[in-house]
């Protein structure tokens, strides 16, 4: 369909007139019907390009909103996406490169993002028990998966679209984006077993998290390959504070049998562990080795002696933000699923 073929209601077109911005205003100012202005605007594939660029260029321009009250009457929907997101996953712009992959992946459609924030002293299921009963979204992305995560089960049940950051172990199939955390664990323990350590240590994420046993499975295939020693951090994880951390890193070299490579899950507590190492008269490259996740380009500059695997969490979000989509249209929940492989690609 072209802008020939829809009759022109405007009295004074090209002018912007006074007041709140309307389907109206628009429609005044291109002369086309409020309906075809509605199609424009949620990219009408029977509508011609350029009159869907034009309206959508104009509503910009005057700072059109949709009426959401009258949106979710009409339709059902409420053309929201809502990201549940920690604190704490804001640390080295996890939550901010996620939302840039979201972004990107919402961009020419009439969704936007809504982030709800997952307090602390809440149970996981309160924000998204909210969403759904209160149909706050038409769908839901959250992180922090466990293996039987009841939020997983109470979405499914619900027949609510959404997609995990992170596996679960229940049988349903169901959309989620995952990095290949066992693959890196493997592959930075042969990488401390090339560079010489005869024992490595991590520091992990919380006991309840399925990457958790990812992490795990693969440090234990890597060492058992290339006949080194392994150990898994005591009283520590990489939620606990930095400075835990470090002291834990100071006690454990001063006890028989120290570890001398450290495989690190996150930035922020591979810093922790080489401060510690450092404490201890250590020097990272030389007499003890570092194998951690980067997700930012300070690491580098931080601490130039450690190795380093790239996690994309921009790239996730884009994943998470197509697979959603895809999930709210109603496609089949097979093949909704993406797991970034890691590149390993050593300094030297």
Known sequence: MSEDDVTPIARKRGVKPSGKPTLKTIATMTGLAVTTISRALNNAPELAQDTRDRVQKIAAEIG???????????????????????PDEQIYGFGSSIVTGLTEAMRDTAY????MPQFRNAQPMEPIRHIVRNRMADGVIFSKIEPFDERIRFLIDSDFPFVSHGRSSWPD???????????????ATRRLAQKGCKKVSIVLPDSALSYTEHLKNGIM????????AYEFAADVNINSPTDAIRN????????????????????ISALAVIGGLTDTGMVVGKTAYVVAKQASPLFDQFQP?????????AN????LGRLLLRQINSEESEGLSYLDEPKFEWKD
């Open 316 to 319: 996730a979000g884009r994943h």
């Open 173 to 187: 199939r169901h959309a989620w984006v995952d990095f290949d955390n066992e693959a890196y664990a493997y592959g």
């Open 248 to 267: 834990y890193v100071v006690k454990r070299a001063k006890r028989p049998d120290a570890p001398d490579g450290y495989i690190c899950a996150s930035e």
């Open 305 to 313: 002696g450690a190795d380093t695997v790239h996690e994309d969490f």
């Open 64 to 86: 059109y909103l949709p009426d959401r009250a009258a949106l979710r009457l009409k339709t059902g929907r409420t053309n929201v996406i809502s990201l549940v997101l920690e």
């Open 221 to 228: 295939r890597g060492a058992a390959e290339t006949g080194i």
């Open 112 to 115: 936007h993002l809504v982030i």
